[in-house]
Every structure is written in C-alpha cells, then in structure tokens.
C-alpha cells in the first residue's frame, strides 16, 4: 500500500481557462500530494504566451507542462500511476478521455469540473462527466442543481466543493478563508492581507473582461466599446482596459467570431488614448485595478474577492444565453450608461454565502478525493458504464474523438467517422428546418394591433 503522505495527481488540460482552472485547482492540495501537468493537442491547446498566463500564481511553470498526443496518455498513466486524474478538459473531451482510463485495471480515481460559471446547469454538463468519480464545482447553489439534475438522470456521482482556485489563494491575492473583504469606507478597494499593494494613484484602471461568447453581436460589441470610450473620456486620468484572453490567431476555449482589438481598429477615431487592449494574467490587471467591468466572466467574482467594485452589463439581457443568470441577487448588474457614468457595485452579502464566497470552512472536495484515493489502495475502484448517448457505439465515439482532436486525430476510422458524422448532421439540421417551417405555417396569426399595424391573417 501507498504512503499515505505520497498522492499522485495527473492533471490532463486542454484549452487556456481549463489549464488555468486545472493548475490552480492542483496548486491548492495539500503537500502530501505531488502534481504532473499535460496538455493534450488539440485544435484548442493554448499558445506558449497562453500558457504563461494561464500558469501565473500556480506551482507550475510553462516548462513544467508537456504537450503530447491522446495517444501517448496510457503509457504516461503507466510510468506515473497516479492516484488521481484531473480531467481538466472540456465537456465533450471528458467524454473522449475518460473511457480509456476508466477501463484500466486498478486505474486512478477521476476527477472532473468546470473553470468557470455553470448556472443554469444543464443536463448534458452531467452526461458529459458521467465517467469521472468526483465532479468539483464552486458554490452550493452549483452542488444543489447539480445533484437535482443526477437525480433526474439517474447518474450516481460524487459532488464537491471547492472554492474556485484563482478566488481566494496568496497567489491571487485574495483573502485565505473565502469571505468577502471589508468593504473600504472611501476612495478606491484595497486588497486583502498578502495582495500586491499599488500605490492608490496605480490602482485606478477600468478593466473590462472580456469574453468570447457573450455578447457575441457585432453592434453589441461596439456598444460596449463606445460606453468604455465614453467613460475614458471623462476621465483622462485612468486607463480603461479592455482585458481580452487571446490574441489575434491564437486559440480559446470557445470561438470569438469579433475580435475586439480589430473593433477598436474600425472605430480608431473614436478611440481616447487611454483606451487599451492588454492581453496577461487577470491578476496583474485586476492589481492595477479600481472597478471591474464584464457581461459575465468570473473575472467578476476575482474582483470581488479583492473588494474592488464590479459592474455586470444587463443591456444584452439576463439569460442563460449571456451565461449570467447565477449573478441575480447580486446586485452587480446595471447598464452601459452606469459604465459610462462610473456608478460600480459591491455585491450582496446573502448572494456571495451562496454563491462562491461560502468560506473555505465549506470546501470538502479535497476529502473526498482522499477518499478515492484511499479506496482505490484497498480495493480496484469500480467501473463507471456510460449510460447516455450510446447510439452509434464505437462510429459514434471515433466521431466523438475526432471532433475534439481536429487534425490531431490519428486514426483511420476518425476520419470516416467524421464524413459520415458531418452528412448525418446536415440531414438531421435539414429535417429540422423543414419542420420548423411547418410548424410556423400551421401556427395562428397575431391579431393585428390597434395601430393598424401588423400581420393580417390569411
């Protein structure tokens, strides 16, 4: 048997934020356990600037992550046999993944989460991760839907809590126990005990974290761009950052189809000097920083821990499309002429006890990866059968992986199964238009309005 006061733990990553979320996860273990990081090719895999970045606060430098090849993952798994993996990885690459290690004789307890916001959960979130042993997620609002979605889908896993790693570590700044910081009485928020200390005239940048899903428009990106302008403007003392993640050319958990950088090159004339794009660790920025601005990003609630006011911009909607439903309650929201008019928030006390900020007293994760683990010692942990989405059996997973790996997909039977996979869809979306239209013709017509105005049923 292991000593218990040696655990190993792989760390498998692919995008940026998972790689952030990943490595600072890791970071907070205990000593008693020692860390491998890679990161598996993929059309996704961050650049070497990214990785810089993404490693900033943790205990692994960007010569400590290796990239390989899926391919490779077993014999690593092999030479290490860890205790535990952390599948920090996307959703559908869980599922790619997961299946080969949970395979393995004696294999290694498997673990799985999410870097960022997860309200509204959604089932297929829970479908994605229904092979991992302990799924960690970063607030008891996120446990209780969670565990209600598993009940319903009949999916019998483990949930833990965790405070979200970039939180509240020395690192980052933050304070140790998880709590929201005093708010100051006057002039701009202080960070915690153990934070980089500006002096005040430095701490006075504007930082908008962006985000490449939300909004995702054109014209509601400008509007954000010209009420950041507007507020520069009036303030030609402070720097507002438009803090973005990747640059031009380089890749990102999830697609950005409008580039701000390249927006602000449309609208060059309008553009204050003391309006600028910044790519690097947010916790640099957030050092520098008075008011935090986004439409949802956790970057949000690194603000928060840092008693620095925030402002959530509402103009595009409360949705679950614009990933910011978990935020009502808060008090954080308010629009693009609060931006422009610098009128930031604090948060509300009842909200942050249930939403991230509920002490790190709450945290049982880490228990319960000991818990694996020691199980795991005495006896080979039992298999975990996928249950969802079988149809299409062994097609279906090459189909799967290739989709996740890209050009880095090896096999022959990805590459059939990707032709057959692309046709299938493209009927599927065809029949669902078709329906579509067919269901818009047989429904009644609006009565017109007193205005005179629109439709006329036939």
């Given amino acids: 048997m292991t000593d218990a006061a040696s655990r190993r733990l792989l760390v498998v990553a692919d995008s940026d934020s998972y790689v952030k979320w990943g490595a600072a996860l890791a970071s907070t273990l ?32 960007a010569s400590d992550a290796r990239v390989i090849h899926l391919d490779e993952l077993d014999a690593l798994v092999d030479d290490l046999d860890p205790h ?21 004789d004696r294999r290694p307890a498997l ?56 939180l509240a570590t020395d690192a980052a700044g933050g304070s140790r126990d998880g709590l929201r910081p005093p708010r100051p009485s006057e002039g701009s928020p202080r960070p915690s005990e153990g934070s980089p200390r500006p002096s005040e005239g430095d701490r006075s940048d504007v930082v908008f974290a962006a985000q490449a899903k939300v909004p995702a428009a054109r014209d509601d990106r400008v509007r ?11 303030h030609p003392e402070r720097r507002v950052v438009v803090k973005v993640r990747a640059r031009r050319g380089e890749a990102q958990t999830h697609a950005e189809e409008h580039d701000y950088a390249d927006l602000l090159g449309d609208l060059a004339e309008r553009v204050p000097p003391n309006l600028v794009v910044e790519d690097g ?7 520098r920083a008075s008011a935090l601005v986004t439409v949802s990003s956790t970057a949000a609630l690194e603000a928060v821990a840092l008693g620095i006011p925030a402002l959530l911009l509402d103009d595009f909607g409360v949705s679950p499309a614009m990933i ?83 050009a880095y997909d090896r096999s022959l039977l990805g590459a059939a199964a990707w032709g057959l996979g692309l046709a299938a869809r493209g009927v599927v979306r065809r ?26 049923c036939a």
């Fill in 431 to 456: 029949v669902r238009r078709l329906r579509r239209r067919t269901l818009s013709r047989r429904a009644p017509c609006a009565p017109r309005r007193a205005s005179g105005s629109g439709p006329r």
């Fill in 111 to 166: 673990v799985s989460g999410f870097p960022g916001l997860t309200i509204p959960a959604v089932p297929k979130a829970v479908v994605y991760r229904e092979q991992t042993d302990l799924v960690v997620l970063h607030s008891r609002h996120e446990v209780r839907e969670f565990r209600a979605i598993a009940a319903d889908l009949d999916v019998d896993r483990r949930f833990g809590l965790a405070t979200l790693p970039f």
């Fill in 84 to 104: 535990a993996v952390l599948l920090s990885l996307r959703g559908p690459f869980v599922r790619v993944v997961a299946p080969r290690l949970e395979a393995r």
């Fill in 224 to 234: 954000v761009l010209e009420a950041l302008a507007a507020h520069a403007r009036r």
């Fill in 324 to 406: 910011n439903t978990v935020f009502e309650g808060s008090g954080l929201f308010g629009s693009t002429e609060d931006l422009v008019e610098g009128r930031f928030r604090h948060a509300d006390a009842a909200w942050l006890a249930d939403n991230y900020f509920h002490g790190r007293g709450a945290d049982d994760w880490i228990g319960r990866l000991h818990a694996l683990a020691e199980a795991r010692e005495i006896v080979p942990l039992p298999r975990l059968d996928r249950r969802h989405d079988l149809a299409g059996g062994p097609l279906r997973a090459a189909y799967e992986r290739r989709r996740m790996l890209g």
């Fill in 30 to 61: 205990p000593a008693t356990w020692t860390s491998r990081l890679v990161i598996i090719a993929s059309p996704v895999m961050p650049s070497g600037r990214q990785l810089a970045d993404a490693l900033a606060g943790t205990r692994f430098t």
């Fill in 281 to 287: 660790p947010m916790a640099e920025k957030l050092a």
